[in-house]
């Protein structure tokens, strides 16, 4: 069996094998047409009229179709549905050829001699189309139950009964390298329940799950379903149902990421992070946009960051005069500046390598291209390292937003929004502290008697898949095997994804009209336990059984939950309903620049707990958490 196997594999019908063998299919089938055309009386039939309507108007008429719609030119043993859709095309236009024949020889002699029927011609067409599709389903059901089964096969249901669900159950079953074997469809659309498509039964999704989890085979589950007919609120309940009772979830890709626009079976990927996070998508509304950065000239610092390089991604599809990227890292800059290449042309925008703390290299920058907006995404971000740095910190988010903030007012820019944090709010560490003091430098610099340029602080909480977001690390973690480190079981956390963070920051940045804080709505808080699970299983692993989770304790300087509200600020809504506007605080800029500038001094000549001192100085509310400068909270007490 197996070296008739291989034979098959290696070798490959001809196509003139199969086209006789469809004549012959279609000799056979005529006698059957002729014995109902005359209801099985065989007195009836005249079997040399039957030869010669069959010798010199069916062959040569099915012979023609055949060569023009190539149904022979497939392989038999992978017959698909568009094999059927090319046979039934091919005895249609034998049919057609063979009634304009009739037509044309009514009043000769030879119709009289070859008594050709019309009713006839249909019948024989009808059992024709049956008797060739039956051929080649035959063949390749022979081939594929005997000479070449596929084992070890993952039984699947597949989520959406529409064209993308049908096209993928069509694909899995005819991939003869696919364990993937489709023992039924999922539909919301309840008027299509106990149907069937493509031989499989529609289910419900309460009888699907009933029907996976009651039997001890191992299920998956396979979503095939344009994303703008599902929620991502959707994706996540059934993605923590199949994660209740450890069935595997994986997607089909959206049909525009299909490789030349066809899909395989290798397409199939595994879910993200980022589709869970179970909120609607957020809807920009580019009007004010639009007319804002029309003809602009617009530098984004942090360019080459996780958050900076969206942002140009978003701003690059706009009308601006020039965007400038500026960013220390090199390499990452390099990378954005080809990636950017290939979207616009190379005069829409240009490159600095350029570090913020450095005054007269930024100056030189802002002489050159004046900007008119600035969006400042450049920061230290992570809190360990910044705990044991304070004076990076303090050097380049404190430093460093103040000579960006400066330079606006002296270029007279329109707006400079700067990308603040949650943990800016009652901060327990130093990192959180620092961006607590650029937010309160630049909010006294718009309190400011007749200033002109804008200032704009947006703050949100973590975001998926950035360069300081807890993903990157577990994936990594997942990918050596474990273990995956979480800091305390209760620990959460607020998460939105990389664009949709930068959305809001540019509706933000143009709603303001300067001092404000617009803080986002950041959805549900997440256990990053839950977060661990998830990206476990997304991975196709079992947590605790495959990848182990270890607690390694709260950080230096890390709290179980961030806040998005200071104490003392409420908010007020905006136009955008995941947008809202904290009332601040008002602040003596004349004071405030007093003790920013003593503050960015004092990294020269005092120790890190002076400055430590001097930023809760700044900051009252700022309280040590699981850090050694926590013994100064209780002095200062």
Known sequence: MDRLTRLFEKYNLPRKFI???DLAIIAIGFPVA?????????????FLQALLQLVFLALPSYLFAFVCCGTYRGVIRYSTMGDSIRLF??????????????ALMRSTVLAGQMGISGSLVVIHAVISVVLLTGF???????????LSPRKNLTPVMIFGAGDMGQIAANVFENDRNSNISVIGFIDDNKSLTGKRLAGKIIYSENEAFEKMTVQSTDYELILAINPDNIKPSRKKELFDRCLKYKIKIREVPPVNKWIDGKFNTQQVRNLKIEDLLGRDPIILKQDKIVKGVKGAVVLVTGAAGSIGSEIARQLITFDLKQLILVDQAESPLYDLQNELQKKVQPEKFRVEVANITDRHRMRQIFMKYLPEYVFNAAAYKHVPLMEAIPYEAIRVNVGGTRILADLSVRF??????????????????????????????????????HMVTQFITTRFGNVLGSNGSVV????KQIEAGGPVTVTHPDIIRYFMTIPEACQLVLEAGFMGKGGEIYVFDMGEPVKIYDLAVKMISLAGLKPETDIPIQFTGLRPGEKLFEELLANEENTIPTHHPKIKAAKVRRHNFSVVELAVDGLIKAI??????ELVLRMKALVPEFISKNSKYCEYDEVLV
């Open 19 to 21: 086209l006789l063998a």
């Open 89 to 102: 095309k091919a005895t249609g236009l034998a049919a057609i050829i063979e009634l304009i024949a009739i």
């Open 34 to 46: 002729y014995l109902l055309r005359y209801n099985l009386d065989v007195s009836k039939i005249s």
């Open 472 to 475: 990157p690390l577990f994936r």
């Open 136 to 146: 080649r389903l035959t063949v390749r059901g022979l081939y594929q139950s005997y």
């Open 412 to 449: 007279g820019v329109k707006k400079f929004v700067m990308i603040s944090t949650d943990k800016a709010v009652n901060p327990t560490n130093i990192m959180g502290a620092s961006k607590r003091i650029c937010e309160i430098y630049i909010q006294a610099l718009a309190q400011s008697p």
């Open 604 to 609: 020269q000549t005092e120790s890190e707990t």
